[in-house]
């Protein structure tokens, strides 16, 4: 390899470590947010997230290239170190889906089980729970 070559590679590694070094910190701030239910934060943050990553596989060399060569082991680092802040917040995302799921399942049986007044055939007023079989009604 050339001097120039050299000087290139070293450039293409830097400009691809500050890219990784920002999609950590997005990915900090996203985490945040998530917490905090700032969800039009959460979105603005998913337009940068995605140019970042857009940004990393044009720059980026072939996995093996990646893995090998020691001038990029500084990006395979930072690289893993967002895979793990990714997977962090997906599963706070699913914990908080899963809260929500919960909540509307208690409230539909909550409703499933409310007392209902409907007339009877001798015309009186008569109360039955939603959910009975038509038999018990």
Request: proline residues 2%; hydrophobic residues 40%.
């Amino acid at each position: 390899m050339t001097d120039a070559d050299l000087a290139a590679k070293r450039g293409l590694t830097v400009f691809a470590q500050r890219l990784a070094d920002e999609l950590e910190e997005i990915l900090g701030m996203e985490f945040e947010s998530l917490q905090k239910q700032d969800l039009e934060r959460f979105e603005q943050l998913q337009v940068r997230k995605t140019d970042l990553l857009a940004e990393l596989a044009g720059v980026c060399p072939p996995s093996d290239i990646l893995q090998s060569d020691p001038d990029w082991q500084g990006l395979l680092v930072a690289m893993t170190q967002c895979r793990d802040m990714h997977r962090r917040n997906a599963m706070l995302i699913e914990r908080k889906l899963e809260a929500i799921r919960g909540t509307l399942q208690s409230l539909q049986a909550s409703v499933a089980t409310s007392t209902v007044e409907v007339y009877d055939r001798l015309g009186k007023v008569a109360r039955f729970t939603r959910g009975r079989g038509y038999q018990e009604a």
